[in-house]
């Protein structure tokens, strides 16, 4: 707020104070000591410029007001259970703030008592026990609910290339990958790290290097602790070779368009979302 404006401020206060004590008064004298004291004032700044002044004081008690201090925090949680040990522990922003103590069959706080401290409900360190009887059911197990076989590269008779078995859906993880050609076990295959899909499921893929020929048959089998028999998928190089040059390029393809699609209904709703609270 400029001085201009809060020397006009004090002005039509000292002239409300001046016309109640003078109230007595004739018109003329009134009118005489108000242009006294206001004529610089009125004389500087004209009423277009008063509003002006008035818009800049609203905004800036608008600005003042709308002024929030946010802070981001983050907790965590570890429990952990075994025959002969057990652990639960809560913490907020890198420092423990509490923690069960199962030999003294209570929450413990081990934050100095100069801070302020968190408090519990009652039956914290029972809910840690919970777990405990947690570990007697047998784990929930999935069997895999999509094998695929593809190749890499496009497939070239005598051009060594890759063949990719991808397994999805299971759960717990790992999964056992083999392979045959011809109906012969092969090695040297590798499979990755399991890696977590949205849903708690895994996934994992196995890797194969080979030279395609005519003819040949190659196999990947699939094994998991939900599964009776192995889940097999056959890639023959012959009828690859002549009608499909490989699905590698377009498995890539179907989840490049399926991942761009939904970017942009991700982005349209939070668009319209936007628009909704302006």
Not at 199 to 207: A, H, L, N, P, Y
Request: charged share 20%; glycine share 8%.
């Amino acid at each position: 707020m400029s001085c201009e404006l809060c020397d006009w401020l004090l002005c039509v206060r000292a002239q409300l104070h001046f016309q109640s004590l003078t109230d007595s008064h004739t018109h003329s004298v009134r009118s005489t000591h108000t242009h006294t004291l206001c004529e610089v004032h009125t004389q500087s700044l004209t009423v277009r410029e008063l509003l002006m002044k008035m818009k800049e004081l609203l905004l800036f008690l608008s600005c003042v007001l709308c002024v929030s201090a946010d802070a981001l925090h983050s907790d965590i949680t570890v429990t952990g259970c075994s025959d002969s040990d057990g652990e639960k522990m809560y913490g907020l922003d890198g420092e423990e703030v509490a923690y069960a103590d199962f030999n003294k069959k209570e929450m413990i706080d081990p934050q100095p008592p100069f801070i302020d401290r968190i408090t519990y409900q009652e039956g914290t360190y029972e809910y840690a026990l919970f777990g405990k009887g947690m570990k007697d059911f047998p784990p929930e197990q999935d069997a895999p609910s999509g094998v695929m076989i593809y190749t890499r590269d496009e497939v070239e008779f005598g051009e060594e290339n890759t063949l990719i078995c991808h397994v999805t859906g299971f759960y717990p993880a790992p999964v056992n990958v083999s392979w045959t050609k011809n109906g012969q076990k092969v090695t040297g295959s590798s499979i990755n790290t399991p890696y977590p899909n949205k849903d708690g499921t895994f996934k994992q893929t196995s890797r194969l290097q080979f030279t395609p020929q005519l003819g040949d048959i190659y196999s990947c089998a699939v094994q998991h602790l939900a599964l009776t028999e192995p889940l097999t998928k056959i890639y023959e190089v012959e009828a690859s070779a002549r009608s499909d040059p490989g699905v590698g390029p377009s498995v890539f393809c179907g989840v490049g368009l399926t991942l761009g699609l939904l970017g942009v209904a991700a982005g349209t709703f939070f668009l319209v979302k936007g628009n909704e609270c302006s």
